[in-house]
């Protein structure tokens, strides 16, 4: 336990816990960094108890992420108006994610676009429950809603909703 000092007519400075903070906030950015790279929370709750012992519990791990949620929203909403997308490639993944405490199958419905300077660029990421022609209607109304314009090739499979939905 830290005791701070009481001083009088004098304010106590504690410059040097900052760079601890600063240290802690980096360790907290690495986390989040591994999830986008697609670590899961389990494996990094083995990498912090190596790190730092066994006080890091995958619920902890699970939390610190959750504050990549806001960050990786206004990512998934911004405009796509800047530039046309002539070629998209667009696919499903099939997740297993925990969802209201069960595990469950979803769809992950997911555009690339090359844009007209030649850019490709994730353009958006839905889940959906699987991928039925409504679900692809709603994830192209949104893509469109976002500004997605100029679109001249889709490459895909054949999956028989995404088909009808084009």
Avoid at 2 to 31: D, K
Avoid at 50 to 67: E, H, I, M, N, Y
Avoid at 76 to 94: G, K, T
Wanted: hydrophobic share 40%; glycine share 8%; charged share 25%.
């Amino acid at each position: 336990m830290l005791r701070v000092p009481r001083v009088r007519n004098g304010e106590f400075s504690t410059e040097l816990f900052a760079r601890y903070r600063r240290s802690e906030q980096a360790f907290l950015l690495a986390l989040m960094e591994m999830v986008v790279n697609g670590v899961s929370t389990r494996d990094g709750a083995k990498v912090t108890e190596q790190w730092c012992g066994p006080s890091f519990s995958k619920s902890t791990v699970s939390d610190l992420c959750k504050r990549l949620d806001p960050i990786v929203q206004a990512w998934n909403h911004r405009s796509l108006a800047e530039h046309r997308y002539p070629f998209l490639l667009v696919d499903a993944l099939v997740l297993r994610i925990r969802e209201d405490g069960r595990i469950r199958s979803r769809a992950a419905l997911i555009a690339v676009g090359v844009n007209d300077e030649g850019h490709r660029e994730m353009l958006g990421l839905m889940l959906e429950s699987s991928e039925s022609e409504s679900s692809w209607r709603a994830f192209f109304a949104w893509l469109k809603q976002r500004g997605l314009s100029g679109v001249d090739i889709v490459v895909s499979d054949r999956h028989g909703g995404l088909v009808k939905a084009l």
